[in-house]
């Protein structure tokens, strides 16, 4: 039996349709996986709104699932896929999990990671951007049209 190996876009596209459960829900449309052994193992999107908690952020609510199904609190040798770059909160959550991969769509340059200290991640965990940019843009984009209606 042969093990189907999923792209990265495979996996993004995955977050993406989170975000869009988000986008119907009336949240900021943010969508995550975690990816292990390429199976993903938790899926999320923010629930602030619904949970009435500013922490419920797509990447809070796939770690604590990551984890649990894990057995336990690192995720070394998973891959997050997110369809905006993680905040500060949500970097330092991923710096205490020792992510193994951290791949995001759109860079958020006003609450990104990146903006507040790029060093904010484990220094071990590998970072690619972009990927599917302009699908995360589009969705944050109607999102926030919708919202000034």
Known sequence: M????????????????????????????????????????????????????????AEMLAITSAANFLGGKYLQDCTLYVTLEPCGMCAGALYWSQLTKLVYAQHDPKRGFSSINPNMVHPKTEINSGLMAESSKKLLDDFFAKLRK
């Open 2 to 57: 042969s093990l189907t190996v999923y792209s990265d876009e495979h996996f993004m596209k995955e977050a993406l349709k989170q975000a869009q459960m988000a986008f119907d829900e009336g949240e900021i449309p943010v969508g995550a996986v975690v990816v292990c052994q390429n199976k993903i193992i938790a899926r999320a999107y923010n629930q602030t709104e619904r949970l009435n908690d500013v922490t419920a952020h």
